[in-house]
């Protein structure tokens, strides 16, 4: 079966936004849309309501390109042990109170027992200097972490 990843809004941002002038943001965009078009199928996606709510929000025709990337991605049930979850993360301030989405993206797919969590938030999401903190909390509070990764790490090895 294949892994499971949870896809936060970042890379649905993304995939649907017109080219980026920025050289380092033209470059996600470039290898966000190669893991869509080439390694997405290794993978069982998953996102959340907070997914949805969020990619719905600003101009409408952007709007509807970010909608229209997750159908068919079934959504994650925000639980209450996920809420639970993120509320710690932002009260051991591993997580900053003005991130706290990013704190329930993460409790989402930690109490969704995802494998990886897919996103380009490497300040308060896939942050080296966090991440220790992240993983012994989550395990304390009885889920296994997801892997906090870029499209970019999560390519396929060259044989």
């Avoid at 998953?46 to 509807?64: C, F, K, N, T, Y």
Wanted: one cysteine or more.
């Amino acid at each position: 079966m294949e892994p499971t990843v949870y896809v936060e809004t970042s890379i649905v941002s993304y995939l649907a936004a017109r080219p980026s002038r920025d050289l380092i943001t033209a470059a996600h965009q470039q290898v966000t849309t190669q893991w869509w078009a080439t390694r997405r199928p290794a993978f069982r996606l998953h996102i959340s309501e907070l997914v949805v709510q969020e990619v719905s929000h600003g101009d409408p025709e952007e709007a509807r390109r970010r909608t229209a990337l997750l159908e068919g991605i079934p959504a994650i049930a925000v639980t209450a042990d996920a809420l639970s979850f993120a509320r710690a993360l932002v009260e051991n301030r591993i997580v900053p109170r003005a991130a706290e989405t990013d704190a329930l993206h993460i409790a989402i797919a930690a109490a969704g027992g995802m494998e990886y969590l897919l996103t380009w938030n490497c300040r308060h999401i896939a942050n080296a200097q966090i991440r220790g903190k992240i993983e012994e909390l989550a395990r304390l509070r009885g889920f296994e972490p997801p892997i906090l990764c870029t499209p970019e790490e999560l390519m396929e090895m060259a044989q």
